[in-house]
């Protein structure tokens, strides 16, 4: 059955790709999710893939941080959708990893989303995008969604709005 492939390069990425698997749990798409890095643990991170992908990943959801390689090497063994989140930490708080995560030679992209919190959500939700071109029951939940989030701005604006 198919499934998204989330890849840690670490597991002090979790307290933030939580909020991507939350988002999946609240959409009921099924991920597995796994910590293994293109540094410390090469061999078992280029073995992974090509598992995950037999055994079902139709998309690929990588997480690192400082000189984030993680998400490019996934892109150069699998033609699946790889999208990229880069961690924040490291001595520039993230531009680093957000720059080697995107700066892709061309014919090998990584779909790179923003740092922090956001970007672990929206990287649940871009897949999840990308699976509702065929999924139309997920298509649906989708479009709710989006009118369950412009109904939260009118409320939130209700609490504190002040016009003349
Ligand atoms: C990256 O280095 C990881 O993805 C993490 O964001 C960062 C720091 O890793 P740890 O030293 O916390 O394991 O490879």
Redesign the pocket.
Known sequence: MNFVSIV??????YEIMKHCTDTFEKFNVRYELIVS????SSVRTKTYIKEAEEKGAVAFIA??????H?AGTLASITTKPVIGVP?K??AMDGMD?MLSTVQMPAGMPVGTLALGKSGAVNAAYFTMQILAITDSELAVKLKEDRIVQAKKVETDSLEIEVLL
């Open positions: 840690l390069g670490s597991k002090s990425d890095s293109a540094h410390r997480a690192a941080g400082m000189a984030a993680l961690m930490g490291g990893a």
